[in-house]
């Protein structure tokens, strides 16, 4: 086996992996219970998409897969904190922000 063949192989078993992932992680963002778990699912989401631009970039050798995957993570990393944001002001237990 060629060291291509066996980076081709690496790479059709990696976006198989993502696949599975990424539906199982739409499956927890839909069924829930609460919203902490489709906070969770859907920043888990965001991370198999940034995995699978760097593996397409891998295939495909176009390096603007990578340029693609660093905005979606700055993307990404901002909507958690915004979303963690929400859910930490929406708890009505949370006494650390009443008064604001």
Do not use: Q, W
């Not at 291509?4 to 963002?29: E, K, N, P, Q, T």
């Not at 219970?33 to 295939?59: E, H, K, N, Q, Y």
């Amino acid at each position: 086996m060629t060291a291509a063949g066996f980076l081709d192989i690496a790479v059709y078993i990696s976006v198989a992996a993502i696949g599975l992932s990424l539906l199982i992680a739409f499956v927890r963002m839909v069924l829930g219970p609460t919203l902490s778990d489709r906070v969770v699912a859907l920043d888990m989401m965001t991370t198999l998409i940034i995995a699978f631009c760097g593996v397409v970039a891998v295939l495909t050798a176009v390096s603007a897969f990578l340029d693609v995957a660093i905005v979606l993570a700055l993307v990404g990393f901002l909507a958690t904190v915004a979303l963690a944001r929400y859910v930490e002001r929406r708890d009505p237990t949370n006494k650390a922000h009443a008064d604001d």
